[in-house]
């Protein structure tokens, strides 16, 4: 690993830095037809008419659709410091991240939403299961055996699903839901199902005040990502939290990965 600077990262080659400095336009509306287009009509569909031997050959080729191999240098950040280093070795550490996770808070079952073809479910127990809002990525996971169905945050009755006895998961998918509200208010519907949730998810978070955490904030929000799933959670009178990090780990340093597992008071 490489240490490198946010000088180094952020600099004039780098299409966000006049993004996040009002000097170039962007802005994304984070909807059904945005999460459409870009997963099930273009990245899934893609994944979908290939034909490869097992599930890490269609994470290998998902990543090199969007420009990376394995050996391909990524800037990665571990709070606010930033390294540059083989993707590889990237991805080593984050899917570390989730089996260690996981296995604190292991449960009969193990659910994913939000789970795309089931690749992070790999990374739980024995009894694993998802659901998934793009029709593309629920064939693909249905061909490499994996049980994963339809699902989408915004329909309540999706969320019965879920199994009794289960740690739900999940990972990078929340960040497609602006207003976390409608998630915890379906998931409390289904509390007597579930033992933990943990949450691998970039959000807006109040705590950042330093130049990497507020351009961390202004990201989000240019993408229209999540903005209040931490608050939401610490809010709710019927939630206990029981553990919360920010920041550990960016794959992209400016969409970085927080953790918050909790559990439904009883």
């Given amino acids: 690993m490489e240490p490198v600077s946010i000088n180094e990262y952020l600099n004039s080659s780098n299409p966000w830095t006049k993004r996040l400095l009002g ?29 490869l031997p097992d599930m890490e050959a269609y994470k290998t080729k998902e990543f090199e659709l969007g420009g990376s191999g394995p050996a391909t240098p990524v800037a990665v950040s571990f709070g606010d410091s930033i390294f540059k280093m083989p993707l590889s070795l990237a991805r080593t550490l984050f899917y570390k991240l989730i089996k260690e996770r996981l296995d604190k ?14 690749y992070n ?14 029709r593309n990525a629920v064939k693909l996971a249905q061909k490499l055996g994996m049980e994963v169905t339809e699902f989408n945050y915004y329909e309540s009755d999706h969320y019965n699903l879920i199994k009794p006895n289960s740690t739900v998961f999940t990972t990078h998918s929340i960040e497609q839901i602006p207003d976390a509200t409608v998630i915890i208010d379906a998931l409390e519907k289904q509390k007597d199902k579930i033992n933990y949730v943990v949450h691998f998810e970039p959000t807006v978070l109040k705590e950042r005040n330093n130049l990497l955490g507020m ?25 206990e939290v029981l553990e919360e990090e920010y920041d550990i780990i960016g794959i992209n340093p400016l969409n970085s990965t927080n953790v918050i597992t909790w559990k439904f008071k009883k």
Avoid: W
């Fill in 23 to 51: 000097m170039s336009d962007f802005q994304k509306k984070r909807d059904v037809q945005q999460v459409e287009n870009e997963y099930n009509l273009d990245k899934y569909a893609s994944l979908l008419r290939l034909d």
């Fill in 105 to 118: 808070y292991a449960s009969e079952h193990f659910c994913e939403l939000g789970c795309g073809y089931g």
């Fill in 121 to 134: 479910l790999t990374y739980a127990g024995k009894s694993t299961y998802g659901g998934e809002y793009s």
């Fill in 215 to 239: 351009m961390r904030n202004k990201y989000m929000e240019l993408n229209d990502y999540n903005r209040n799933l931490f608050e939401v959670i610490r809010n709710h009178p019927a939630i």
